[in-house]
């Protein structure tokens, strides 16, 4: 059997660790955050946790039933820092448009986080606060319900497919990541016309976008498509 989680509230009454940290659920999920920024995913363990908080790795089991349920922790932290001091404008599209940058910026601030937590659903407060705000967001808009889950749909995943494909290229080795973009100049560029016409013509352009987001294109384009189905609908 599961131990049980023991409250929030009673956590803060227990003593102090040895180094004379009160332990919380917010200490443990930033402690986490620390360590997979150092270590990447293979460094986050209750033994390592413990080591970095000067506590016993067995205490971590009175806030978190096992390490994944850290790891939905850790997902619903990120989406909250994205949020936090957000309000609605009442303008849909700069709405949508700043919800899905704050949270692509966030996990591609925290890359290795983002590659353990963007393909999770956490059921936590603040996932449900930004599904609830983006619904809400479509709702006020005008779009009819069908049409605002799919646009949500599109959406979300978007946003958290670029934050997991551009997280990847962050966690790679510095090394690696030169690699990979100088191949735009060293192959790309080099390919003659004769076998490569295409890839010739755009090598240039090629060099200096792929070496960026395509998020915030992407974006716009879901954005503009979500705008003419809703004006179709409103002419």
């Given at each position: 059997m599961p131990k049980p989680v023991v409250p929030e509230e009673r956590r803060r009454r227990r003593r102090p660790t040895r180094a004379?940290?009160?332990?919380?659920?917010?200490?443990?999920?930033?402690?986490?955050?620390?360590?997979?920024?150092?270590?990447?995913?293979?460094?986050?363990?209750?033994?390592?946790?413990?080591?970095?908080?000067?506590?016993?790795?067995?205490?971590?089991?009175?806030?978190?039933?096992?390490?994944?349920?850290?790891?939905?922790?850790?997902?619903?932290?990120?989406?909250?820092?994205?949020?936090?001091g957000w309000e609605p404008t009442g303008q849909w599209r700069a709405d949508l448009r700043t919800i899905g940058l704050r949270l692509y910026g966030v996990y591609v601030a925290h890359p290795q986080a983002a590659l353990l937590t963007a393909n999770r659903v956490t059921g936590r407060a603040h996932e449900l606060a930004a599904d609830e705000a983006v619904l809400d967001v479509l709702r006020?808009?005008?779009?009819p319900l069908p049409e605002t889950v799919r646009v949500y749909h599109a959406f979300i995943d978007q946003t958290l497919a670029f934050a997991a494909l551009d997280s990847a290229s962050l966690a790679l080795p510095s090394a690696s990541q030169r690699a990979d973009e100088d191949k735009w100049h060293s192959t790309y560029a080099r390919l003659p016309h004769d076998t490569h016409p295409?890839?010739?013509?755009?090598?240039?352009?090629l060099?200096?976008?792929?070496?960026?987001?395509?998020?915030?294109?992407?974006?716009?384009?879901?954005?503009?498509?979500?705008?003419?189905?809703?004006?179709?609908?409103?002419?």
């Open positions: 004379g940290t009160v332990l919380s659920e917010g200490l443990i999920v930033a402690t986490a955050l620390r360590l997979l920024r150092e270590h990447g995913s293979t460094g986050l363990t209750a033994r390592r946790l413990g080591l970095a908080l000067d506590c016993d790795p067995s205490t971590l089991y009175r806030y978190f039933r096992g390490m994944d349920e850290l790891t939905l922790a850790i997902g619903d932290a990120l989406i909250g820092e994205a949020l936090a006020s808009a005008g779009f295409r890839i010739a013509e755009a090598a240039p352009l060099a200096r976008r792929m070496v960026t987001s395509a998020y915030p294109t992407a974006l716009e384009m879901l954005l503009d498509s979500a705008a003419g189905r809703l004006g179709a609908r409103n002419p």
